[in-house]
């Protein structure tokens, strides 16, 4: 094997890059979606029930205009409330195209952190009363909300964030066609839900 010559610089393959994205909960959320839609570096987003507005009301530019760029909403039915249909009726209704709405049934804002997998615990020690289980987290499972959350967030981005080269500052969007709607009034069989799984099943998200 020949030895290297003084000063070279050993050579490797350069690391496969993505384009930005980026996701939050709650504010976090909202500052994904407001953020993907002013700056055209970012690629796609994740919003897990972040108002689309401000306290008095007030659309954000992203739920007034809508965004060409691919925006995933995902909420749970314990936390849904008319300012969040509101807002995000506003952004769905925009004819852009490439924003997604999904549902998590028999949940609450919690499963989407960590007291998806804490709550039913101390749940279980008696350290939390029912109420203050289904307060932070719904009835759902965690063996169904923890892996459930993981795959729509993970299926979403592996579908819509394209490569991307180092130094690049404006990403295309994605060919495919999203979808968008408005949000439907919840009840049993709405489309904005996903399904509780049956036996020998796995959990879904339905558009």
Do not use: K
């Not at 995000?88 to 949940?107: E, K, M, N």
């Not at 408005?182 to 799984?197: C, D, I, R």
């Amino acid at each position: 094997m020949t030895a290297p010559s003084a000063g070279a610089v050993p050579t490797r393959s350069a690391p496969r890059t993505v384009a930005p994205s980026g996701g939050g909960v709650r504010a976090g959320g909202t500052t994904a979606a407001q953020t993907l839609y002013d700056d055209r570096r970012i690629a796609a987003a994740v919003n897990l029930e972040g108002y689309l507005d401000r306290a008095d009301g007030e659309l954000f530019p992203v739920a007034r205009y809508g965004v060409a760029r691919p925006l995933l909403l995902c909420g749970t039915d314990g936390f849904r409330d008319a300012r969040l249909d509101r807002s995000w009726s506003a952004l769905l209704a925009r004819p852009t195209g490439r924003t997604c709405l999904r549902r998590l049934d028999g949940a609450d804002h919690g499963v989407f952190t960590d007291y998806a997998a804490l709550v039913p615990q101390l749940h279980a020690a008696g350290l939390l009363t029912t109420a203050d289980r289904i307060r932070l987290v719904g009835a759902i499972d965690p063996g169904v909300s923890v892996p459930t959350v993981r795959r729509l967030v993970r299926a979403f981005f592996t579908r819509t964030v394209p490569p991307a080269s180092l130094g690049r500052s404006e990403i295309t969007p994605p060919a495919s066609p999203g979808r968008s709607r408005t949000v439907p009034p919840a009840g049993p069989g709405s489309p904005w839900t996903v399904p509780p799984a049956g036996p020998g099943s796995t959990p879904g998200v339905r558009s």
